[in-house]
């Protein structure tokens, strides 16, 4: 399986340091090496390095990027070097998360100094998992008072939990875990959601989807939750009782890699496995491109709403219909369709409006 790399994020007071304590118990259990890159800002404030003691914010925050970036770069080399068949590297908080704290043009100044992309950054990441502040739902439990880094009101925690949201929004596999059960619940679902991503016991995706009218895709793009991503889908030769396909997904120019292998159980739940592609590698799959279908291009449009994450498919041959996916942890948890989306039906189980389908049709 190799090495996995997620993030654990979320507003203040969310429960995080329970959270990573309970993913290394969780996950060792279950045979994996677990390796916790600790929290680089509070770090940073905790020692005398902060938004006040440096010459600017931006600086701070320069800081804190590229520290950040150089341990990641460390954890990462040493579990090359392990012989465990299964590493877990959770980040307490990622590289997106500073995103949060500077403006547009400050976030885009920093990823030119250090000579990346936001995109390169996001989605170097395998998952994200955020974890919603008790300042949203849970507003007796807010505190401040176990963590010395942490000032913000409860209204600033929410505001916070919200741009951060927005910063990881755009992630192909971000899960956010609100405050709608108790506390020990939500550890529990944070646990579950990790192990499912995982595969554990078995790499299961549960998604259901539905169709829907055009969207307008100007007042989505306006909504600070919902950001825009350009994918590229080529489905390969492949055996019957299989789906193999390659994807290019990003945006600007910048774009990640994907070869992707499905093979479905039920309705809504296929056995899925994924891997990341360097752009060399992805060039040589598309040899193998199916002759009988051609590549799919779409819009996504990824919305974080509550504690749910949609995916809005826009293809260039609709004008007038689009394909709204949602994943679950469970398939009969309710999901609440934000209200500027018209829902014409659900089609999980028709195969027309399968993407190896409209390759075939388009």
Known sequence: MG??????????????????????????????????????????????????????????????????????????????????????????????DNKAYMTADEFARLLDSIGTNEIELRDGYDAVFH?????????????????TARTETPEQAAA???????????????????????????????????ALFLGEPEPYEIERKFLIEYPDTAALLALPNCEKVEIIQT???????????????????????????????????????????TVQEYLRRLMDADPERSPIRKDRYCLADGNQYFEIDVYPFWSDKAILEIELSDPEEAIRFPSMLKIIREVTDDENY???ALAKNH
């Open 131 to 147: 974890l919603t502040t008790a300042a949203k739902g849970a507003e007796a439990y807010y505190t401040t008072a176990n963590n």
């Open 3 to 96: 090495i996995t790399k997620i993030v654990l994020t979320g507003g203040p007071c969310g429960g995080k340091s329970t959270g990573l304590s309970r993913i290394r118990n969780a996950f060792t259990d279950r045979g994996y090496r677990v390796l916790i890159i600790p929290e680089t800002a509070s770090e940073l404030i905790d020692n005398g390095v902060s938004f006040s003691t440096c010459g600017t914010p931006a600086e701070f925050q320069s800081c804190l990027m590229n520290l950040q970036l150089a341990k990641e770069r460390t954890f990462e080399r040493a579990a090359a070097s392990m012989p465990d068949e299964k590493i877990l590297i959770v980040c307490d908080r990622g590289a997106l």
């Open 235 to 277: 489905y390969l030769r492949s055996p019957a009782d299989e789906e193999i396909r390659v994807r290019q997904r990003g945006s600007d120019g910048n774009y990640i890699y994907y070869e992707t292998r499905k093979k479905r159980v039920s309705g809504v739940k296929r056995l899925e496995f994924e891997r990341r592609l």
């Open 160 to 194: 916070l939990d919200d741009k951060l949201i927005s910063a990881w929004t755009g992630h192909p596999h971000l899960r956010i875990i609100d405050n709608s059960t108790g506390f020990d619940e939500k550890i529990n679902r944070l646990i579950s959601e990790i």
């Open 354 to 356: 399968r993407n190896a």
